[in-house]
């Protein structure tokens, strides 16, 4: 799918509001969506104790929160797209609705607007709302006063080089498409608006975050899993991509290799100061 972002609360929640209603049937429900969020499950409940309260920021329509709560821990998800949070709140109620989750039309520009209660024990971002700002500093400076010292932050970003989609797209002849991440900044269409994607390296982030947070881990999601426009492709070799997603297990870790997946997730504590 080919999703991107925004400079600013209003066009971000716009263009996601016209894809709310077919976001599952494009993105989360398809089998490459499926496989990547698999990789990110597993190391959100790694990360996650049950009883532990959690910040969730561009939560879409729900699909990580309400994993979560069902799984015994208390989620207040955080989205810029009203109709994302429609979509999440009926599925709540359709899905679990006795789980420990709260929905909240809120952008991440806005995060200090839920600084007054208790701190949470962490918080994640998952698949790409992180892209779609250009500067991630301010959002590390909120998540650091709502975040209690040593807990942890997961945020999963595209990376700036998918070596899968380089491959896909020589190969395809879609040249332009092939080099898109490189610059760093890309335009893209949402619903038919035209936003800025970034693609920040693993060190700018990094950069953005350490004054307030240390980088633990990373991992990459969708390194050999290929991203989900290859969804065609996918659906017709389904051993195939059960193979891929083997590969993902045993080398999403390694050194270089973890860089260029589709996305690079990174776990980040909150230091102690
Ligand atoms: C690709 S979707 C990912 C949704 C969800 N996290 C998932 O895993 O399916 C990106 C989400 O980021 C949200 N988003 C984009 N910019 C945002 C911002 N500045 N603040 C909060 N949410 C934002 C969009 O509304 C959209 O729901």
Known sequence: MNLAANVGFSTAGEAFDRVAASYDELFTRTIIGQAQRKQVWKRLLQTFAPGERILEMNCGTGEDAIFLATRGR???????????????????????????????????????????????????????????LSDL???????????????????????????GEFVWYLFHGETSKAFRRFPGKAQAKVGGLTITVSYPTVGEVQRAFAPWF????????????PPSYVEGWARKHSTTLGYLEKLDETFAEFPVLRDLGDHVLMEFTRCNQ
Not at 214 to 225: H, K, P, Q, S, T
């Open 137 to 163: 500093q301010p959002v590390a400076c909120e998540l650091a006063s709502l975040v209690r010292p040593g807990g942890h932050v997961l945020i999963c970003l595209w990376s700036r080089v998918c070596v």
């Open 214 to 225: 240390e980088l633990e881990d990373r991992c990459a999601i969708g390194l050999f899993v």
């Open 74 to 132: 208390s989620i207040v998800a955080c989205d810029a797209s009203a109709e994302m949070i429609r979509m999440a709140n009926a599925r709540i109620l359709r899905e679990a609705e006795s789980a420990d989750v709260v929905f909240r039309h809120l952008s991440n520009e806005d995060l200090r607007l839920l600084s007054r209660g208790e701190l949470f024990d962490g918080a994640y971002s998952n698949f790409s709302g992180l892209n779609c």
